[in-house]
């Protein structure tokens, strides 16, 4: 499966964005799909994931409240809905598809990243 992200800028802190991620060359809908932020310096980390079976959330402490996870089967895409956001926040945003987890080595397939940046 090949992954799409896009939907990343710059936006100031309490602002929004949406990412989206489209899928194509595999049938979709039997990945699990997350997202993952990695910013200078540090480790990649999990952000959300969506399960392909029965379409539950899950969203790192960090984010919960905050941002969204959803996806689409119809439209081969999944979504991160971003509001309230913070300074660190900003990250280059992958969305992956795979085995869900809080692990990145359980997603074998990987978008190119787009960056998100929250100004002050």
């Known amino acids: 499966v090949q992954l799409q992200a896009s939907g990343g800028g710059l936006v100031q802190a309490g602002g929004s964005l949406r990412l989206s991620c489209a899928a194509s060359g595999h049938t979709f809908s039997s990945y699990d799909m997350g997202w993952f932020r990695q910013a200078p310096g540090k480790e990649r980390e999990f952000v959300a994931a969506v399960s392909w079976s029965d379409g539950n959330t899950y969203h790192a402490d960090s984010v919960k409240g905050r941002f969204t996870i959803s996806r689409d089967n119809a439209k081969n895409t999944v979504y991160l809905q971003m509001n309230s956001l913070k300074p660190e926040d900003t990250a280059v945003y992958y969305c992956?598809?795979?085995?869900?987890?809080?692990?990145?080595?359980?997603?074998?397939?990987w978008g190119q990243g787009t960056q998100v940046t929250v100004s002050s």
């Open positions: 992956a598809a795979g085995v869900l987890s809080t692990s990145p080595r359980t997603f074998g397939a």
